[in-house]
């Protein structure tokens, strides 16, 4: 990268962040020239594979607009949505690897949908990991009483009470 100010071919990285679409990184960078600082944008190269075969970038709205079916009627908000997704990006980016189909991106948001709703997340569940019968509905729930959200976190406890 360029400096802007001298042209010297190499720069240092002393800031990065992802910025809010998630498809771009801001660097900051300072020259080790002239030790002048500037800032970059440059396009994160996550990408998801459909089922189709169509290649596109990882994309947080279309996270948040796949769980958001699941939670219909559910004690669950826009806010919420939004924090599973970033949720979602920081893990999947953490694997280190730049290309996902998007089964992969379904597990990927099973753990922190679990921790927001357990109703959403059973829903969510038996599409993606494609459930055939009410036996792998009771294994799930199953699994759901044994390993029950640590406290503290949201849960559906209190939501329970109330009818739809
Ligand atoms: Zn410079």
Do not use: W
């Amino acid at each position: 990268m360029h400096c802007p100010f001298c042209r010297h071919p190499d720069s240092r990285v002393i800031d990065s962040r992802t910025a809010d679409d998630g498809l771009s990184i801001r660097r900051r960078r300072q020259c080790p020239e002239c030790g002048r600082r500037f800032t970059t944008t440059e396009t994160a190269s996550l990408t998801v594979i459909k089922r189709s075969g169509v290649v596109e970038p990882f994309s947080r709205e279309k996270v948040m607009s796949g769980v958001r079916k699941a939670c219909q009627g559910r004690p669950v908000t826009e806010a919420n949505l939004a924090v599973l997704a970033q949720q979602v990006e920081e893990s999947v980016r953490a694997s280190g690897v730049a290309q996902f189909d998007a089964n992969e991106i379904g597990l990927a948001i099973l753990p922190h949908l679990r921790e927001l709703d357990e109703v959403a997340y059973l829903r969510f569940a038996s599409v993606y990991q494609a459930f055939e019968s009410l036996a792998d509905f009771d294994a799930a729930i199953e699994e759901l009483r044994e390993h029950p959200a640590a406290p503290g976190t949201p849960s559906s406890a209190a939501s329970t009470a109330t009818q739809e």
